[in-house]
């Protein structure tokens, strides 16, 4: 029987009543009318994730800056769990049936999709094929290769701040028990050294103290480590976190001043101490555990935490002139650069925020000098800015350009087959950090360069 006379047959049925199935064909008919919003839906949230996509190809903007989810398609089911949780919108998509991440350069490692995958489709690493991401060896409990030291936070790639603080109150906890199985030698001899006053090193500081261990705290500069270098205003993405003693953070989107000045009441409220302007040079193996030689002194200790950031040895560009007072590696206050002629190099968020906040002083005139064809590491809320800059003419951008070379009065950079020689009066080079490699490797951890691996 042909197939249009079979329908006519079944549509005859239905109506005079007497088929068997009409039961479930009217049940088919009310859950296709429950489906198909939910269908239409799916299909336009992956039409947009497709365009996201391929918009940040075509952009360039491909690689991801720090730790991101890597999804393994034959164990996704598409449910959307990942896409949900992720506290940064279009950072994860739905594309074909799987979830993908379709904007990778706005994934800042919350890690929160790993978590939330049902079928635990989702790993998160470091680097990918084309860009490695060197890291130290660190163990789940934040231990290294090295017995009795131990890292968190940036240094161990872990930038955000919220994770940050989190990693350094669970790092405390595990040397925590590590010494508590031990006695203690001599009275002389500290529980734990913790090397660096940031997120991850205030949140173990705080929480040794309150875990009652002999402990000091170093810190080369000043209290909040990275943060305290970003430029003046800067919005600082976090979210609520729990400090050690104090308790609950409830922080969502602050400034740099007011979550360093949230912190320093911390400090004060709890009486927790911190030794600002002391340089560790070198940490030695000893009968006790570990000797750490400062600008000021020296500590015997049992464990060592490093809470470091990867930005204390500023990368350099290696060209002649560098060495000039005019060069700096950070912009704290874009004030102090009224009226001048500036450059900043880097293609960065710090970079681009560098730049539009100098390109906003009275009669200053603005350069931002980037090696790459497009922003790929910046958030879409600076590149705007930065466009909105340029396109207004206070602000001066040169793609797939290279600094040669630093005067006194001027500088020349290099674009193509061109060059630029312009005025210049100072130079803000963001370009990033260098992981102290050497001096990890001088104490015997193992640093491994990871690409897309966990």
């Keep these: 029987m042909p197939f249009w006379e079979q329908l006519v047959y079944w549509v005859q049925l239905v109506y005079s009543g007497n088929s068997p199935y009409i039961w479930w064909l009217l049940y088919l008919v ?19 994730s497709r ?11 491909t690689e991801p800056a720090s730790l991101h989810p890597l999804v393994d398609p034959k164990l996704c089911i598409g449910c959307r769990s990942c896409v949900t949780a992720c506290p940064e919108r279009n950072v994860l998509g739905i594309v074909s049936g799987k979830a993908e991440l379709i904007d990778p350069t706005h994934c800042i490692g919350h890690g929160v999709c790993r978590d939330a995958c049902p079928v635990g489709a989702i790993t998160l690493v470091f680097g990918t094929e084309k860009r490695g991401v060197d890291i130290p060896h660190v163990s789940p409990t934040f231990e290294t290769n090295v017995p009795g030291i131990f890292i968190a936070g940036e240094l161990g ?5 919220r994770n940050a603080i989190e990693q350094g109150r669970q790092a405390m906890a595990s040397v925590t028990s590590s010494v508590s199985g031990a006695k203690r030698r001599s009275p002389a001899v500290l529980d734990v050294v913790i090397v660096g006053a940031g ?40 979210a609520p976190a729990e400090l050690p003693i104090y308790g609950k953070v409830k922080l969502t989107r602050t400034t740099k001043e007011a979550l360093l000045q949230l912190w320093q009441r911390v400090e004060a409220k709890t009486g927790v101490k911190i030794n600002y302007s002391e340089r560790v040079n070198e ?59 500036v ?42 800015r930065v466009q909105k800059a340029a396109e207004s003419g206070k602000l001066t951008v040169l793609f797939k350009s290279n600094v040669k070379r630093i005067g006194r009065d001027l500088v020349v950079i290099e674009q193509g087959d061109r060059k630029h020689e312009i005025k210049n009066n100072a130079i803000i080079i963001s370009a990033g950090g260098i992981l102290p490699t050497k001096f ?14 966990a």
């Excluded at 859950?31 to 992956?46: G, K």
């Excluded at 060592?304 to 060495?323: D, F, I, Q, S």
């Design 283 to 341: 940490i030695r193996r000893a009968d006790h555990g570990f000797r750490v030689v400062t600008s000021k002194a020296t500590y015997d200790t049992r464990t060592v935490l490093l809470a470091l950031g990867r930005r204390g040895t500023p990368r350099k560009l290696g060209v002649p002139g560098e060495e000039q007072p005019k060069v700096m590696y950070r912009l704290i206050d874009a004030e102090q650069f009224r009226g001048q002629h």
């Design 199 to 238: 997120p991850a090193g205030f949140s173990a500081s705080l929480a040794a103290k309150k875990n009652g261990l002999r402990a000091v705290t170093l810190e080369q500069e000043t209290l909040g480590g990275t943060v305290a270098h970003y430029p003046r205003g800067k919005l600082v993405m976090t």
């Design 343 to 384: 450059l900043v190099v880097g293609g960065g968020d710090s970079a681009l925020e560098a730049a539009v906040s100098l390109s906003e002083q009275p009669n200053t005139t603005v350069t931002l000098s980037y090696r790459s064809d497009a922003f790929g590491r910046a958030k879409q809320e600076n590149r705007d």
């Design 157 to 161: 790639g872990m930038g955000l701040i």
């Design 51 to 61: 365009a996201i996509r391929e918009a940040a190809i075509d952009a360039g903007l």
């Design 440 to 453: 990890l490797q001088s104490v015997g951890i193992v640093v491994e360069t990871k690409y897309g691996t």
């Design 30 to 48: 009310v859950m296709a009318i429950m489906l198909l919003p939910f269908l239409f839906a799916r299909r336009r949230h992956e039409e947009r």
